[in-house]
C-alpha cells in the first residue's frame, strides 16, 4: 500500500504561480512512473504531466512550457511548478503512483 499526500493547491490569479507537492510513503523511483493529472468539474479526469523511474518527462499540449515535474532526491516527493496559471488549469489535481495509487486532491483555482 502506498499513500500520498498532496499540498500547495489555492487560489491564485491569472498568470500567477503554484508548486504543488505530493508525498509518497514509499520511494517513488520504485515505480515506472510518476504522474500529476487533474479534474475539473463535469470533465474527465486527465493527465497533466509525468515522470518516469529514469527521468524521462512529458505533458499535455495545454501546460507545455508553463509546468514543470519534478521529484526531490530523497525519492519521496513529487511536484509540479506552476506559472502563468490560466482560468482553464482551475481543477483538482492529484498525483499517481503507478500503476493504482492515488492521492486525495489538492484544490487549484485560478481566478481574478
Known amino acids: 500500500q502506498v499513500h500520498l499526500v498532496e499540498s500547495g493547491g489555492g487560489l491564485v490569479q491569472p498568470g500567477g504561480s503554484l508548486t504543488l507537492s505530493c508525498v509518497s510513503s514509499a520511494s517513488i523511483l520504485e515505480t515506472n512512473f510518476m504522474g500529476w493529472y487533474r479534474q475539473a468539474p463535469g470533465k474527465e479526469r486527465e493527465l497533466v504531466a509525468g515522470i518516469t523511474n529514469y527521468g524521462s518527462r512529458n505533458y499535455a499540449d495545454s501546460v507545455k512550457g508553463r509546468f514543470t515535474i519534478s521529484r526531490d532526491d530523497n525519492g519521496r516527493t513529487l511536484y509540479l511548478q506552476m506559472n502563468s496559471l490560466k482560468s482553464e488549469d482551475t481543477a483538482v489535481y492529484y498525483c499517481?503512483?503507478?500503476?493504482?495509487?492515488w492521492g486525495q486532491g489538492t484544490q487549484v483555482t485560478v481566478s481574478s
Open positions: 499517481k503512483y503507478a500503476p493504482r495509487y
